[in-house]
């Protein structure tokens, strides 16, 4: 089984910046997929970013693309989660995905998620 463990959460003022870690560990992932997601109270969870492990390519979501920065630490089995000019709108929990055993990195399903981290952002 994998597990997750987030960090690096907290409170923020607008135009702040956070950098969110996920750690890895547990048996080795069936996709070389990881991701991110978030969750504002009262709304669905959605795709944040997402990055292939093994050769790199990075996925975001619009409202993120050009603020937010997905990479990975392939001896740390960490995925890092850069996030920059931040805004209210952004202030969710946010989670770590792995092992995506089914359709793609923005929509698919993945077997292993951490506990969320919370992210406020001030206005």
């Known amino acids: 089984q994998v597990q997750l463990v987030e960090s690096g959460g907290g409170l923020v003022q607008a135009g702040g910046s956070l950098r969110l870690s996920c750690a890895a560990s547990g048996r080795t992932f069936s996709n070389n997929v990881m991701g991110w997601f978030r969750q504002a109270p009262g709304k669905e969870r959605e795709f944040v970013a997402a990055i292939n492990w093994s050769i790199g390519s990075t996925y975001y979501a619009t409202s993120v693309k050009g603020r937010f920065t997905i990479s990975r630490d392939n001896a740390r089995n960490t995925v890092y989660l850069q996030m920059n000019s931040l805004k209210p709108e952004d202030t969710a929990v946010y989670y770590c995905?792995?092992?995506?055993?089914?359709?793609?990195?923005?929509?698919?399903?993945?077997?292993?998620w951490g506990q969320g981290i919370q992210v406020t952002v001030s206005s």
């Open positions: 995905a792995a092992d995506l055993t089914s359709g793609n990195a923005y929509s698919g399903i993945y077997a292993a």
